[in-house]
């Protein structure tokens, strides 16, 4: 059974920093693409970053270049959000997910596995 597990979120004051870890148990993780999403109260999930296989081309939403940085560990079997100078819009529940396509697609729809989510909440 496929599962990939989120941690790191929790309460930070805008401006800091927090570090998103997923592990998964893909048996082929390098194999996999992997992307992060987040969803806000009453809004739907929006893609936040991609990367690819070998984690050589990522991928951001606009609101997001220069603040995140996604990274992957195909031996540890785990991908990263790096999410800086964080603002109260960025809070959300922060999911990644597993697409079987070469690149970190933006659409949702693209991607198999999915984890529970991590609740970031980002305080003025």
């Known amino acids: 059974q496929v599962q990939l597990v989120e941690s790191g979120g929790g309460l930070v004051q805008a401006g800091g920093s927090l570090r998103l870890s997923c592990a998964a148990s893909l048996r082929t993780f390098s194999s996999y693409a992997m992307g992060w999403f987040r969803q806000a109260p009453g809004k739907e999930r929006e893609f936040v970053a991609g990367?690819?296989?070998?984690?050589?081309?990522?991928d951001y939403a606009n609101s997001e270049k220069g603040r995140f940085t996604i990274s992957r560990d195909n031996a540890k079997k785990t991908v990263y959000l790096q999410m800086n100078s964080l603002k109260p819009e960025d809070t959300a529940v922060y999911y990644c997910?597993?697409?079987?396509?070469?690149?970190?697609?933006?659409?949702?729809?693209?991607?198999?596995?999915w984890g529970q989510g991590t609740q970031v909440t980002v305080s003025s």
């Open positions: 990367i690819s296989r070998s984690g050589g081309v990522t």
């Open positions: 997910a597993a697409s079987s396509s070469a690149l970190g697609p933006r659409g949702a729809y693209a991607y198999s596995y």
